[in-house]
């Protein structure tokens, strides 16, 4: 654990209107992980140009590595040659703060023969696993680790797995990910079922590889016969990256913001039609189309913002809910968020950082069991604790716009958006210090 004196602290400025055109918004996390492991499912190399240089997806490349496959960098291009048959790590399998790296290779190595242990940094030990390690357990798979198989370091024995047919309670996009990447290698057709549709880029990618993956309420999932075709993607920019300028756009008044090549996924991109529902000016303009929509997203201030409440689809935005808290934050009336108890269980309580660190830039809000509630105001100037959270310093950092902010333990950020305070720096001032 980094001591008080170790850690990075990063103070923003109160700023002006701005006007940024970005094209170096971090690329999508959820996709770059899926590419790393995917190119395993396949017998020729996949090209992957920008995939994210992240913390959280270089351990999963190395992960990948460990397992035997050859990564060739060169500019923004990977080439990543998966090896004759996967080999049995010498080492334990570090993913780091990656929540996803780690549910979705115990999903794809419950089935691989071999002894693997998949652990992470302090925060990853504390998230729950049982989520995935149950519903693998059930089909045959041997996982284990401390509290019952719920908690890392898991140790994991491949074993031959059984087909299933499995009703998650949960929409959650990396136990659907890790039950999908099971049933490629069970002994028969499989069927996934969830409580409303998580993101779905396991389905797109590997319905683009060849994979026989049918999806309408119910996925699914025939077992592979053979190999997938490799994959050849350029990984697009991360909307939930992005969010945090397009809530900066819609907070500072006269302010504008230009996303260039993100993902116009349907499952990702709702945080943007709340922000549009509470006065924001957004708008989407679709380029391509290539496993997934892309194209641009243009953010505009339009007024003070009004107070929303968000209640439904949340695995569609839970990941931007600290971030348009910032928005709510400012808004004219009480917004509420409700049915979001899963963001108890992410990198950190995000409800209960969201609302201290709310708290101390003297916004009236509260916390219930599953959200808060929020009631706009002004931010005062304030010091924020990170909580070792990404999305909790990332979100504060865009607060700092309206009024000084300094935020305590600001390392976190590199899991996901390495180059955050470099594109904020181009619209306030920035100072960052141990
Ligand atoms: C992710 C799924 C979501 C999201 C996370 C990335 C993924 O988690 O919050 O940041 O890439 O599959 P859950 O599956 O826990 O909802």
Request: hydrophobic share 40%; net charge negative.
């Amino acid at each position: 654990m980094r001591s008080e004196t170790e850690m990075k602290w990063l103070h923003v400025k109160k700023g002006e209107s701005f006007d940024l055109v970005c094209d170096k918004i971090a690329s999508d996390k959820s996709i770059s992980h899926r590419c790393a492991i995917f190119s395993l499912l396949s017998d020729k190399p996949s090209i992957v140009r920008n995939y994210l240089r992240a913390e959280d997806t270089l351990c999963t490349l190395n992960i990948v590595k460990q397992l035997g496959a050859e990564v060739e960098e060169s500019g923004n291009r990977l080439k990543i040659t998966p090896p004759d048959g996967l080999s049995e790590p010498e080492d334990v399998l570090d993913c780091g703060n990656s929540g996803t790296a780690m549910r979705l290779f115990c999903g794809f190595l419950s089935s691989i023969p071999g002894h693997f242990v998949l652990t992470g940094d302090r925060y990853l030990r504390r998230r729950p696993m049982r989520r995935v390690t149950e519903p693998l357990t059930q089909i045959g798979a041997k996982i284990d680790g401390r509290e019952d198989g719920n908690l890392a370091p898991l140790c994991l024995r491949g074993e031959r797995l059984r087909s299933f047919n499995y009703e998650s309670q949960i929409a959650s996009a990396q136990v659907k990910s890790a039950m999908i990447l099971a049933a490629l290698r069970a002994d028969d057709v499989s069927t996934y079922r969830e409580p409303e549709l998580s993101r779905d880029h396991t389905e797109r990618m590997l319905r683009g590889m060849g994979a026989n993956i049918e999806s309408w309420d119910t996925i699914t999932i025939e077992p592979l016969i053979k190999p997938l075709e490799p994959l050849d993607i350029t990984v697009p920019a991360d909307p939930s990256s992005g969010f945090f300028f397009a809530v900066a756009a819609a907070i500072v008044p006269g302010s504008r913001v230009v996303l260039k090549n993100v993902t116009l996924n349907p499952t990702r991109t709702e945080a943007y039609k709340v922000l549009k529902e509470m006065g924001a000016r957004v708008e989407f303009e679709e380029m391509q189309n290539r496993y997934e929509p892309i194209g641009d997203i243009t953010v505009t201030y339009d007024g003070r913002l009004k107070a929303v409440e968000v209640s439904e689809r949340i695995s569609w935005l839970i990941d931007e809910l600290p971030a348009l808290s910032i928005a709510m934050a400012v808004a004219e009336g009480e917004s509420v968020v409700k049915n979001a108890a899963e963001l108890r269980v992410k990198e950190s309580d995000r409800i209960s950082c969201v609302i201290d660190g709310l708290k101390a830039c003297g916004i009236e809000c509260s916390e219930t069991e599953d959200g808060y509630k929020i009631v706009g105001s002004n931010f005062k100037s304030a010091e924020i604790d990170s909580c070792g959270d990404h999305r909790i310093a990332m979100s504060f950092a865009i607060a700092g716009l309206l009024a000084d902010m300094r935020i305590k333990d600001v390392e976190c950020i590199e899991t996901s958006f390495p180059n955050f305070t470099e594109i904020l720096g181009s619209i306030t001032e920035v100072e960052s210090w141990r």
